[in-house]
Nanobody, 121 residues
Framework: VQLQASGGGLVQAGDSLRLSCAAS????????MGWFRQVPGKEREFVSV????????YYADSVKNRFTISRDKAENTVYLEMNSLKPEDTAIYYC???????????????WGQGTLVTVSS
């Protein structure tokens, strides 16, 4: 299975951006699809995750009420809608798949290649 992330870019503070992550093979109800982000020199941090089967969503406090994760089962794609972007949201964003709920990167066994989001002030 491969994950292909896309949608990053350069935006201004307050703008919105939508990231996409397409899976090359079927995602099962037991899977969770998550988004993480990483700034060079810092650890990869949890952003959001969605349970593929139920659609239940979870967010890091830093993005709650600004970001929305969703999935399209027919397209095998997970999205991250990012609103009210801040300069501190600047990072490489990665999508990943896990077999059980976790906010720890080490528990995710399949990763996309990352897409860069830059938010200017």
């Amino acid at each position: 299975v491969q994950l292909q992330a896309s949608g990053g870019g350069l935006v201004q503070a307050g703008d919105s951006l939508r990231l996409s992550c397409a899976a090359s093979a079927r995602t099962f109800s037991s899977h969770l699809m998550g988004w993480f982000r990483q700034v060079p020199g810092k650890e990869r941090e949890f952003v959001s995750v969605i349970r593929w089967g139920t659609g239940a969503t979870y967010y890091a406090d830093s993005v709650k009420n600004r970001f929305t994760i969703s999935r399209d089962k027919a397209e095998n794609t997970v999205y991250l809608e990012m609103n009210s972007l801040k300069p501190e949201d600047t990072a490489i964003y990665y999508c990943a798949r896990a077999n059980s709920y976790s906010q720890t990167p080490q528990d995710y066994n399949i990763w996309g290649q990352g897409t860069l989001v830059t938010v200017s002030s």
